[in-house]
């Protein structure tokens, strides 16, 4: 399924007394510090209000949340905590990561996506919605909800893909296989839409959620933690070609999984390849595209009211 340029529409006592006061200012004084850490990604593409709703409410509180998320797997370096299910104490902070499923030739085609700046827009790879080798185009595409016990809560029907593979000259790029997809009613089981930012480059420990490619065998949605690199550190040049390379554990997971700056919360980037373990970032047109689509949706309802 194509986008039609014509088409284009865009998406949280007194001894006693004075003791709780000074353990109320202690953890605001806590909260205040991690304000000031530094981010590797800015410009984060996010919808206000209802848009994100009910999101972390401060850059400081979403900080926490990740630091006290990702601890848990910090505590020992066993193999097995570099990649574990996302447990229900954090599932509602990633309900905005889904699954797009395709039909073509027959068979089930899937990708990782994740809902940005409305509840309504995803991203996810533009791979998915290639022709199959006998030019079958991929039908009966749905973004599908997906609960911690792995049972579909929704299963939303795309309206429309805008793929930048379709722009002249990116098809088959890696750094280019993004696409946006515009869902025919919002997510109603997504509690937030996921922040989008740019990426600086620096190498980062990031955490990265998405699903097994087979989700009919496997559902459940899966959380790996490691390290994004830089294109160039020791003066060894980056492998990924149009891409950084991670050393998480992908194997299995589908394409389109966001990766997300462990200190942030910001996603700095998509995981787009396993077989090289290649992290993608958002570049001018995945970045115009989400913006127009946001825009769209406000003028909708602003007509609305």
Avoid at 78 to 96: C, I, N, Y
Wanted: hydrophobic share 35%.
């Amino acid at each position: 399924m194509r986008a039609k340029p014509a088409s284009l529409p865009s998406a949280s006592n007194s001894r006693k007394s004075a003791l709780k006061i000074a353990l109320m200012t202690g953890a605001l004084a806590a909260l205040a510090s991690m304000d000031h850490q530094s981010a590797h990604a800015d410009a984060a593409l996010c919808g206000k209000g209802s848009e994100c709703a009910p999101d972390l409410s401060s850059p400081a509180e979403n900080e926490h949340f990740f630091r006290f998320s990702m601890a848990h797997d910090q505590g020992a370096q066993h193999e097995s905590l570099r990649r574990s299910e996302v447990t229900s104490k954090d599932f509602a902070s990633f309900s905005g990561v889904g699954v797009i499923s395709c039909m073509v030739d027959g068979k089930q085609r899937t990708s990782t996506a994740f809902l940005v700046g409305a509840f309504d827009i995803g991203v996810t790879v533009a791979h998915t919605f290639q022709k199959s080798s006998t030019g079958a185009e991929p039908a009966d595409c749905t973004y599908n909800s997906i609960d911690s016990h792995g049972q579909v809560r929704e299963r939303i029907p795309v309206s429309y893909v805008k793929s930048q593979w379709d722009e002249a000259g990116a098809a088959g790029q890696l750094s280019k296989d993004f696409a946006v997809v515009r869902l025919s009613q919002p997510s109603r089981y997504a509690q937030r839409t996921m922040p989008l930012g740019r990426f600086s480059g620096a190498a980062a420990s990031v955490v990265m959620v998405g699903y097994k490619s087979d989700i009919d065998a496997d559902s459940v949605k899966r959380k790996a933690r490691g390290t994004v690199y830089e294109r160039s550190a020791n003066g060894i040049v980056n492998s990924s070609a149009g891409g950084f390379t991670h050393d998480l554990d992908s194997r299995d997971i589908a394409p389109g999984a966001p990766l997300m700056d462990e200190t942030t919360g910001v996603i700095i980037g998509m995981h787009a390849q396993s077989a090289r373990n290649t992290m993608i970032t958002m570049n001018d047109w995945l970045e115009t595209t989400i913006k127009a689509e946001m825009q769209q949706q406000q003028q909708r309802e602003a007509r609305a009211n």
